[in-house]
Nanobody
Framework: QVKLVESGGGLAQPGTTLRVSCAAS????????MAWFRQAPGKEREVVAV???????????FYADSVKDRFTISRDTVADILTLQMNSLKPDDTGVYFC???????????????????WGQGTQVTVSS
């Protein structure tokens, strides 16, 4: 079991910066990948960024096209903290941001929500002027 607790988020103006973090605990030594997903009202949950936690994909990253060159995902495998730095925020970035972890074996970077077993409760990010 992995427990995930998000923090950060809040209200930001377009063009500004925000950071969300996820503290992981439990069976994190068995975690292969971690990811950020987001869900806007009335829309499906979508991947934002993925990072390899350990194994052959450790440190490798994937970004959705909509956030590429604006967002940065990073990991601290000692403190078990996942971070998403969000720059140049846009109103379309608004949504609930979820942290997810996958402990099932993989050599890639899964980008679909059903591929992750563990989820945080989510943190709201609202981008509005």
């Amino acid at each position: 079991q992995v427990k995930l607790v998000e923090s950060g988020g809040g209200l930001a103006q377009p063009g500004t910066t925000l950071r969300v973090s996820c503290a992981a605990s439990g069976a994190t030594t068995s975690t292969f990948t971690m990811a950020w997903f987001r869900q806007a009202p009335g829309k499906e949950r979508e991947v934002v960024a993925v990072i390899g936690w350990r194994g052959v994909q450790a440190g490798t990253t994937f970004y959705a096209d909509s956030v590429k060159d604006r967002f940065t995902i990073s990991r601290d495998t000692v403190a078990d903290i996942l971070t998403l730095q969000m720059n140049s925020l846009k109103p379309d970035d608004t949504g609930v941001y979820f942290c997810a972890a996958r402990n099932l074996y993989t050599t890639g970077l899964p980008i679909r929500a059903p591929e992750y077993e563990y989820w945080g409760q989510g943190t709201q990010v609202t981008v509005s002027s």
